[in-house]
């Protein structure tokens, strides 16, 4: 994640919800986006679209352990953490990274300049008071541009994966070291 974390470890509690301004990416809901969501599906009815619902936003919550904290390049500080998703949300690693002021590095999307509302959906007037110690814009876009230039993958990676097989029920477990 880009900057040094605060705090070791917690739990993200956030809801998700489909971002209509910036489809088909998620962001945290908030009473605002609901209210331009409903917005959005009022205005598509009246120009004919006849089958649209408005999705309610989901619980939404992920637990994170501090593996490490760490500078990238010779410079800038990031936090290695380890994600473990109670919900499995679409792009819920990525959003709540970056609700937190920490996003994913590299992450194209949700990261600072990327294709999602950025803040995970939260306005960045708010983002000092709900993350005091975030990562600034300015290490956000520092690190960025060091790993567009670099040609770096966006450094989220499943470790570990288990499951059961789907026809022996036999526990399979795969591990993987991050490549980052």
Not at 38 to 52: I, P, R, T, Y
Not at 61 to 67: A, C, D, H, S, Y
Not at 89 to 114: C, E, F, K, N, W
Request: hydrophobic fraction near 35%.
């Amino acid at each position: 994640l880009c900057g040094h974390l605060p705090f070791d470890e917690g739990v993200i509690d956030l809801p998700l919800q489909r971002d209509h301004r910036h489809p088909p990416f998620m962001r945290v809901s908030t009473p605002k986006s609901e209210e331009a969501a409903a917005e959005a599906v009022q205005d598509l009815k009246s120009h004919g679209w006849k089958k649209l619902v408005m999705k309610r936003p989901k619980q939404s919550q992920t637990e994170f352990k501090v593996l490490s904290r760490e500078i990238y390049g010779e410079e800038y500080p990031v936090t290695r953490v380890k994600y473990t998703p109670v919900t499995g949300r679409t792009h819920q690693l990525r959003v709540h990274s970056a609700a937190m002021g920490h996003p994913i590095v590299a992450d194209l999307a949700y990261g600072i300049l990327g294709e999602a509302h950025p803040n995970g959906g939260f306005d960045e007037d708010v983002m000092p008071e709900l993350s005091p110690g975030r990562a600034s814009l300015g290490l956000q876009k520092e690190i960025n541009d060091t790993v567009q230039a670099e040609g770096k993958c966006m450094c989220l990676h499943a470790k570990e994966l288990s499951f059961a097989h789907p026809v022996t029920g036999k526990e399979m477990t795969f591990v993987s070291p991050a490549p980052f």
